[in-house]
């Protein structure tokens, strides 16, 4: 797939672009430059062509503004492998403002890098800035497009020249939908440290600083014949600690991404296992019912002896007992330590995610558990299961056909769950159990 990337000096507008392009809001937005600092990537489509857009980071060099920006050395090199990944390069300025000294750098920039070029000058919402355009032909840019990222004023005209330099053919394929796994956890746990590290690059700026990334980053890789998008979130504190408005939509966005994936890779702290927030998180997991897999970071960091990971996954499942159905994984993201074990757990999770089981099977199955364990009576009345029915999957979903729903008590119904778990292998996935009652019918063959 054919690569565009936005690059321009802070504030221009890039990520309101990038909006506006995929026709929904995709990159956070805000007034404040340096807001995003992960290059981003999005499938965007024109014309029935589609192409990848990379949204970057904004290029500064005024020592004033490094100062305010701890990052900036990090989003430079984001922007420059972005602008090797790219067959077309389209530079945003900001017209209201005016040609910047630092356009002319950019400008500088990206010529030197031999890709086609097109300038936008975004901002350009009324009649008269577009007679004040004429000075960004200064920068020696042929193809200039005035438009407006808020009103989508001009965009058209720009991604018909875009398609038509990157000479796009209509793809009639059929594509393979990838698995969504969202790598969640609070700040500082090593979220996008696993990002590189399992993508072999550095994808994601990692600093020992919490809360570097902001933005939600995807990147698609094909493992184990299997396409996975991971997509790497925003650490999630407390509600209290909160107080940006940019942090907390990149909280919520992670929050979003959770609810949104097929498989959550929660992020936990070796030095700090399973505390209160992580508690949240995987509260937030199970509630969205959602596979997941556990994974104990910064392991390289802890003391051990014979008796340490027993200790320490004993520790996980007690503070995580809603996530039961989760493995754990003991790895160190930074030293490469079992991270290679990660994409084949991946896969069985959104395998057994995905689970089907023919009515017969399961029907067995329950028959089984029913004898090893049959149901307590109660007030003389015992529960009575006619049959049962798989209803749905993502998560696998079972209806139990009884005499009185009310009767299922809850340890047995987690009773059936584990047994039905045991029985199926489904390891990483949660199960949803439905308790419907009525009338003896004839199941269904």
Not at 40 to 50: D, H, I, L, N, V
Not at 98 to 105: A, E, Q, R, S, T
Not at 188 to 210: C, E, F, H, M, T
Request: glycine share 6%; with cysteine; aromatic share 8%.
């Amino acid at each position: 797939m054919k690569t565009v990337a936005l690059v321009g000096r802070p504030n221009v507008g890039k990520s309101a672009l990038a909006n506006k392009i995929l026709g929904r809001r995709e990159a956070i937005v805000h007034d404040l430059p340096g807001v995003t600092r992960d290059r981003k990537y999005f499938t965007a489509s024109w014309s029935g062509r589609q192409f990848k857009l990379i949204d970057t980071g904004g290029i500064y060099n005024d020592d004033s503004l490094n100062r305010s920006v701890d990052f900036q050395k990090d989003i430079e090199a984001q922007v420059r492998i972005a602008l090797s990944e790219a067959d077309l390069i389209i530079m945003v300025a900001d017209g209201k403002y005016g040609l910047h000294p630092l356009d002319k750098d950019v400008a500088l920039l990206l010529q030197r890098s031999g890709r086609p070029l097109l300038l936008a000058v975004n901002k350009m919402e009324t009649a008269k800035r577009d007679l004040d355009a004429y000075e960004f032909y200064d920068l020696g840019i042929a193809k200039i497009f005035n438009l407006s990222a808020i009103t989508g004023g001009g965009v058209a005209d720009l991604l018909d020249e875009t398609v038509r330099e990157l000479k796009i053919k209509p793809d009639f394929t059929e594509k393979q939908f990838p698995v969504r796994v969202a790598i969640v956890g609070r700040p500082n746990a090593g979220k996008s440290s696993l990002l590189n590290a399992l993508l072999g690059k550095d994808r994601s700026i990692v600093s020992s600083v919490p809360g570097t990334t902001r933005d939600v980053i995807d990147e698609e890789i094909m493992r184990e014949k299997t396409l996975f998008r991971f997509i790497d979130t925003a650490g999630i504190r407390k509600k209290a600690k909160v107080n940006e408005d940019i942090e907390y939509f990149s909280v919520q966005r992670a929050i979003d991404a959770i609810a949104d994936c097929d498989v959550a890779l929660l992020m936990l702290d070796a030095e700090r296992l399973a505390e209160e927030q992580d508690q949240k998180i995987g509260g937030l997991i199970a509630d969205n019912h959602k596979a997941c897999l556990i994974l104990v970071n910064k392991w390289d960091l802890i003391a051990k002896d014979s008796t340490t990971i027993n200790r320490y996954e004993k520790l996980v499942r007690q503070r995580l007992k809603f996530l039961a159905y989760a493995p754990a994984l003991f790895i160190s993201a930074r030293e490469n330590i079992r991270t290679y074990d990660i994409y084949g757990r991946l896969k069985q999770c959104n395998e057994n995610y995905r689970f089907q089981s023919t009515t017969g099977r399961l029907n067995k199955a329950v028959e089984a558990l029913l004898k090893r364990h049959p149901p307590r009576t109660h007030k003389g009345r015992q529960l009575k299961i006619y049959y049962a029915v798989q209803t749905g999957t993502k998560p696998p979903t079972f209806t139990f056909h009884c005499n009185n729903e009310k009767l299922a008590h809850f340890a047995y119904k987690r009773y059936i769950e584990n047994q039905l778990r045991e029985h199926y292998g489904l390891v990483g996935a949660p199960l949803k159990l439905f308790f419907k009652g009525k009338e003896r019918k004839i199941p269904p063959r």
